[in-house]
């Protein structure tokens, strides 16, 4: 059975960092663009970043810009969230996604496979 597994997840102070990663069975990830996303309680899934197949391109969200950064080992079967200089309002369940869209995709309903997720909680 496909299925993509995050890790990495914890407590942390403010502006503290963390890398989460995101690896798989059954499924090959390095054909498809892959993404990050997160949950805040009470809060709807947003999109964070996401990483195309060949790595060349990244697209970020505005709240993470220049603070996260997606990467991807093709050769690992994983993929990468380094998050830097966090903040309270970080503080979510983050979930890998994967795309079988080719180019970049920001919308939760162009993922096809989900992780379980994983809780990130910074505290102040």
């Known amino acids: 059975q496909a299925q993509l597994m995050e890790s990495g997840g914890r407590l942390v102070q403010a502006g503290g960092s963390l890398r989460l990663s995101c690896g798989a069975s059954?499924?090959?990830?390095?054909?498809?663009?892959m993404g990050w996303f997160r949950q805040a309680p009470g809060k709807e899934r947003e999109f964070v970043t996401a990483i195309s197949w060949s790595g060349r391109s990244t697209y970020y969200a505005d709240s993470v810009k220049g603070r996260f950064t997606i990467s991807r080992d093709n050769v690992k079967n994983t993929v990468y969230l380094q998050m830097v200089g966090l903040r309270p309002e970080d503080t979510a369940v983050y979930y890998c996604a994967l795309s079988y869209l080719q180019s970049i995709a920001t919308m939760s309903h162009e993922y096809n496979y989900w992780g379980q997720g994983t809780q990130v909680t910074v505290s102040s």
């Open positions: 059954g499924l090959t990830l390095s054909s498809y663009t």
